[in-house]
């Protein structure tokens, strides 16, 4: 070979062994990061990543529960609208629906996380708030079917006293159940919604009281 030749040989030569070096080194880089760090999608973890930690029987009861609870709540204070005329009714309607909206939700993750259904049983009878008034036991505070009526057709006063008298019933039975959680859950996140609710809901009981003392 030529010198000629072998000098047009060389370039190409430690081009290809730079080339190599990034390729090995790529795959290095690739290899340690994979290995590092893992993708939400990937960790086994991610799903429970709503409630994490242990969970017991009473912290499913306690999120089956008060799912339907949260949500009879909800329909109480829609109906707020076009019926109240209080002022104070309106905003702690406003309140509950900002409130208890976003936690079903994250009750509902916990669930879901935890491989347990929604509700304990299927079926619930019919009626408002999707036949949960007939829960005994379960939801303790719901309104029957015939209280929702009555809230229902009640307008202007009338609406206000039904509503701050059930909503006071309604919100001492969330009370019962989060101090039941409390006492007998054993994840962090239930208890410590638990605690957020009995705070939360004590302290709009004595408002709605205070409402109902000015009638």
């Known amino acids: ?17 730079v080339a190599g070096a990034v390729a090995a080194g790529a ?25 994490p930690g242990g969970f017991n029987d009473a912290d499913v009861a306690f999120a089956q529960g008060m799912i339907p609870h949260h949500q009879q709540a909800l329909e109480m204070a829609g109906l707020a609208d076009g019926r109240a005329s209080d002022q104070e009714i309106k905003t702690l309607a406003g309140r509950i ?9 994250t009750m509902r993750s916990w669930l879901t996380s935890w491989g347990r259904p929604e509700s304990p049983t299927t079926d619930h009878g019919a009626g408002h708030g999707n036949g949960h008034g007939d829960m005994p036991g379960t939801a303790s505070g719901m309104m029957s079917d015939q209280d929702m009526d009555a809230l ?6 009338d609406f206000d006293r039904k509503f701050a008298r059930m909503m006071i019933d309604h919100h001492n039975g969330a009370i019962a159940m989060a101090k039941a959680e409390q006492q ?18 004590a302290a709009e009981v004595d408002r709605m009281q205070d409402i109902l003392d000015r009638f």
Not at 97 to 105: L, V, Y
């Open 152 to 157: 229902m057709s009640a307008k202007g006063a």
């Open 27 to 51: 795959l290095l880089l690739t290899a340690c990061g994979d290995e590092g760090v893992k993708s939400p999608a990937a960790s086994p973890e991610a799903g429970a990543s709503a409630a």
């Open 1 to 17: 070979m030529t010198f000629f030749q072998r000098a047009l040989t060389r370039p190409v030569r430690r081009g290809a062994a």
């Open 184 to 201: 007998n859950g054993r994840n962090v996140a239930a208890k410590k919604l638990a605690g957020d609710v009995i705070e939360s809901q």
């Open 97 to 105: 629906k900002k409130a208890q909206d976003p936690e079903i939700t």
